[in-house]
Nanobody
Framework: QVTLLEFGGGSVQAGGSLRLSCAAS????????VGWFRQAPGNEREFVAS????????YYTDSVKGRFTISRDHGENTVYLQMNSLKPEDTAVYYC???????????????????WGRGTQVTVSS
């Protein structure tokens, strides 16, 4: 059983940076691919980035490539999302998620997580 908790959200001006953290409990977390997703008001939850269990492979949606970086620390049981050059359209609730049957590539391809954190709000003002 894995539980996830996101933190690190906040309010920033356009061009600013934030680092989100997804802290996990459960000894199997290090064997799981993990994704970051976001949901803006009135929109469906969308894929942002994913990372393989080893941390060697990452995927990003086109709109965040070159600005966001996903990484993980097995010792800390944590996955990070470094967000730079933030834009107002990045405003959303950000969730981390995982699924014991999926991979980072499958999440990039549209497969959803089935274990979610509660989310953390990111607000970017112009």
């Amino acid at each position: 059983q894995v539980t996830l908790l996101e933190f690190g959200g906040g309010s920033v001006q356009a061009g600013g940076s934030l680092r989100l953290s997804c802290a996990a409990s459960g000894r199997t977390f290090s064997t799981l691919a993990v994704g970051w997703f976001r949901q803006a008001p009135g929109n469906e939850r969308e894929f942002v980035a994913s990372i393989s269990w080893s941390g060697d492979t990452t995927y990003y949606t086109d709109s965040v490539k070159g600005r966001f970086t996903i990484s993980r620390d097995h010792g800390e049981n944590t996955v990070y999302l470094q967000m730079n050059s933030l834009k107002p359209e990045d405003t959303a609730v950000y969730y981390c998620g995982t699924n014991i049957f999926t991979t980072a590539q499958r999440m990039y391809g549209g497969e959803k997580a089935d274990v979610w954190g509660r989310g953390t709000q990111v607000t970017v003002s112009s």
